[in-house]
């Protein structure tokens, strides 16, 4: 099975800062690499699709990249609303896997 | 607008069954493939099940497989969870999600399942 491994596991962040999180898969991956954002108390709401295509109607401040093991998720410019705990997830191969969470709280 | 609205949770007994159902609308149901992916709260996400739009592939996570079965009725625009031999462990919020390119792109809503004595 691919384990993804989210660091930092939590990252405090102010308004406005920029914020990167990072996803390594324990053995390369292709593009089918997925970030799930999921405020509390709520459903996981799909961010990035193919490890670098943003879903529709999320903001442009959020951007992701990657290659083989390594994907980062990276907000550009950090909003209120953006304080949640990021997922990142792998369809590369059955088991799909998601990292553990990274979760953005406010300094 | 689309729609997935999971049923069927509860608490149970270890060793006992049930079955989760989870009715989708707002979309063409048979062109999409359908997960299961569960939650305990306060904790990270587990992808569980996928079942591909044809109901020919099955896939499921180590820690459900030979215990769990997924199934789907495209007449009736609904996904299945069939759950046997249940275990404290399986405790969580199950979440039916859509597959879109190989990510989630809507979940419902969830039931909560708990095994307990």
């Given amino acids: ?107 | 607008e689309v729609y997935l609205v999971e049923s069927g949770g509860g608490l149970v007994q270890p060793g006992g069954s049930l079955r989760l159902s989870c009715a989708a609308s707002g979309f063409t149901f048979s062109d999409f493939s359908m997960n299961w992916v569960r939650q305990v709260p306060g904790k990270g996400l587990e992808w569980i099940s996928y079942i591909i739009s044809t109901a020919n592939a099955k896939y499921y996570a180590d820690s459900v497989k030979g215990r769990f079965t997924i199934s789907r009725d495209n007449a009736k625009n609904s996904v299945y969870l069939q759950m046997n031999s249940l275990r404290a462990e399986d405790t969580a919020v199950y979440y039916c999600a859509r597959d879109s390119r190989y990510s989630f792109d809507f979940w419902g809503l969830g039931t909560l399942v708990t095994v307990s004595s």
């Avoid at chain 1, 990276?74 to 953006?82: K, W």
Wanted: proline letters at 6%; hydrophobic letters at 35%.
């Fill in chain 1, 1 to 107: 099975d691919i384990q993804m491994t989210q660091s930092p596991s939590s990252v405090s962040a102010s308004v406005g800062d920029k914020v990167t999180i990072t996803c390594r898969a324990s053995q390369g991956i292709n593009r089918w690499l997925a970030w799930y954002q999921q405020k509390p108390g709520k459903v996981p709401n799909l961010l990035i699709y193919g490890t670098s295509n943003l879903q529709s109607g999320v903001p442009s401040r959020f951007s992701a990249s990657g290659f083989g093991t390594d994907f980062t998720l990276t907000i550009s410019s950090l909003q209120p609303e953006d304080f949640a705990t990021y997922f990142c997830q792998q369809a590369d191969s059955f088991p799909w896997t998601f990292g553990q969470g990274t979760k953005v709280e406010i300094k």
